[in-house]
């Protein structure tokens, strides 16, 4: 389960640094009139996992290792 956790943990420190780096992005093409490069990177930040994904992974993986004591 450790390990698992580790894992997700990673998986979300990927997703918040993926998002910073997106949205910074974003806000340059913004900046530079370039509204079609601007849509595309939004695209790509609408795929990044969600806190809710996150969460409910969590929430799964809680329910998997419970202990029965």
Do not use: C, W
Not at 27 to 48: F, N, P, R, V, W
Request: no cysteine; net charge neutral.
């Amino acid at each position: 389960m450790e390990i698992r956790l580790t894992a997700l943990r990673e998986d979300l420190i990927d997703a918040v640094a993926r998002r910073n780096i997106l949205l910074a992005r974003v806000k340059q093409k913004i900046e530079t009139k370039d509204y079609a490069g601007a849509t595309e990177l939004m695209s790509a930040l609408d795929a990044l996992p969600t806190r809710a994904q996150f969460v409910q992974t969590l929430a799964k993986e809680a329910r998997l290792h419970q202990s029965d004591d």
